[in-house]
């Protein structure tokens, strides 16, 4: 099963390999280039729930996606368009800066704030309570850092970054859960049960998306 969906997989990206042959590399082709799989990947699952074979499934997901010459043109004019092409780099540095910085500024707002709390001498059940802030900022700076282009590699779509972001995110909240969930029952395996409810999801994700990942190195 997983060498057929390789096969699908690596016949899908030569499609638009071809489809989009001398084109000129650019951050919005790279991107274009993973909505369309993830699109004719969709038709294609359900064409074959309807019973066609692999091969018919997909020509009929291809006739399906219509002409897409017009794509096809506007990512030329990008990619040959190196104003065009600093442009929309220049606009997904600015979102995956912005991010950085506010998720870094998040996770130390969330640990001085309880290092403040402690030191005031309330106790640890609540000293830990503002770290939550550092759940969310520790994912806002994962999907900055996974969108960023970089000399080697095109940034990651959005929404496979938003989703390796949600992985990191369930991580850090199950150690905050569990770190809670241990101080206010007085209990370490409430806690452990606490913690595995968002960590086993996490890893599934995240180990899903690696597994899965395509490659973004620029050629």
């Known amino acids: 099963m997983a060498k057929m969906n390789d096969r699908l997989d690596r016949k899908i990206r030569e499609h638009f390999d071809r489809l989009f042959e001398g084109v000129g590399s650019s951050q919005a082709l790279y991107e274009l280039k993973e909505e369309l ?9 359900d064409y074959r729930e309807r019973g066609m074979d692999e091969d018919q499934a997909f020509k009929e997901a291809v006739i399906s996606m219509g002409d897409l010459s017009g794509l096809v043109e506007d990512m030329r ?105 241990a101080l206010v029952t007085h209990d370490t395996a409430m806690g452990v049960s606490a913690m595995m409810v968002f960590f086993l999801p996490a890893v599934g994700l995240w180990l899903g998306l690696v597994l899965t990942g395509p490659d973004r190195r620029k050629t």
């Not at 799989?37 to 699952?45: P, R």
């Not at 600015?94 to 403040?116: H, N, P």
């Open 37 to 45: 799989v993830s699109n004719l990947k969709e038709k294609i699952a």
């Open 77 to 181: 004019g990008i990619g040959q368009d190196e104003a065009k092409r600093s442009v929309y780099s220049a606009k997904n540095l600015r979102m995956s800066a912005a991010s950085i910085v506010t998720g870094t500024l998040l996770v130390l707002f969330g640990l001085f704030t309880s290092a403040m709390l402690y030191f005031m001498n309330h106790s640890w059940e609540t000293a830990v309570d503002p770290a939550i802030f550092s759940v969310g900022g520790g994912a806002l700076i994962v999907w900055g850092a996974l969108t960023r282009e970089t000399r080697k590699k095109f940034g990651m779509t959005r929404i496979r970054a938003g989703l390796y972001a949600l992985a990191i995110g369930l991580l850090l909240f199950s150690l905050y859960s569990s770190v809670k969930t």
